[in-house]
């Protein structure tokens, strides 16, 4: 093992490489940014809508559907399950990998969440969370504006050349954008933007 540590800096990659210095510094900085700005009010704004709309509701609608590919889904699915077990807030993401499948075999890759989101009868008194790092994922996209065909609210996390979905009603729509080409920064940016809202609706 000792051997192999000497190994290990002496080859290329000892030292860390400079640029790698900078990724938590990054991180740090989306983050002020966000608390510096109004990106801040967009949390708040969501945050209160959860709050006052969708904790501790009973009955029907009233949920909260996140959806990301990737890296993105697996944030979803840790928000979903925060949501629903710390903050009695119903939470849905597509995490069954065979239903997953049937629909994109069935309807495409860009029209599968679309398909689950009819499934489950998604109305305007749910809410969407579309998390994409490129902000450019055409069925992250589809599936926030069947979520606007329905009247419902969204919450868009893009990153890299994501643009605001919904410009023109912004109002329904809220939107941040994490400028940054690093897939790891942009994720763990997302991820701490909605485990900030989860810490705030904590009542368990």
Same mark, same amino acid.
């Given at each position: ?70 890296? &993105?889904?697996?944030? *979803?699915?840790? #928000?979903?399950?925060? @949501? ?6 119903? +939470? %849905? =993401?597509? !995490? ?36 994409? &790092?490129?902000?450019? *994922?055409?069925? #992250?996209?589809?599936? @926030? ?6 009247? +419902? %609210? =969204?919450? !868009? ?48």
């Amino acid at each position: 093992m000792v051997e192999e540590g000497r190994q290990a800096e002496h080859n290329n990659d000892w030292p860390p490489k400079e640029e790698n210095k900078s990724f938590y510094k990054d991180i740090a900085d989306k983050l002020r940014h966000i608390e510096d700005s109004g990106d801040r009010d967009t949390i708040r704004k969501v945050t209160n809508i959860w709050r006052h709309e969708y904790q501790k509701h009973i009955g029907i609608g009233k949920r909260v559907f996140i959806v990301g590919n990737g890296g &993105s889904c697996a944030i *979803s699915e840790h #928000i979903s399950t925060d @949501l629903n077990k710390r903050c009695k807030v119903k +939470a %849905l =993401t597509l !995490s069954n990998n065979s239903l997953l499948t049937a629909l994109t075999n069935d309807y495409t890759q860009e029209h599968a969440l679309v398909e689950w989101m009819k499934m489950n009868n998604f109305s305007k008194t749910d809410f969407l969370v579309g998390i994409s &790092s490129s902000g450019l *994922s055409k069925n #992250i996209l589809f599936a @926030l504006e069947h979520a606007s065909d329905c009247l +419902a %609210l =969204t919450f !868009s996390i893009f990153g890299m050349n994501g643009l605001e979905p919904f410009p023109r009603h912004s109002h329904d729509h809220s939107y941040i954008h994490i400028d940054s080409f690093n897939y790891g920064v942009i994720e763990l940016t997302s991820e701490i933007i909605l485990h900030g809202i989860v810490e705030d609706l904590v009542i368990e």
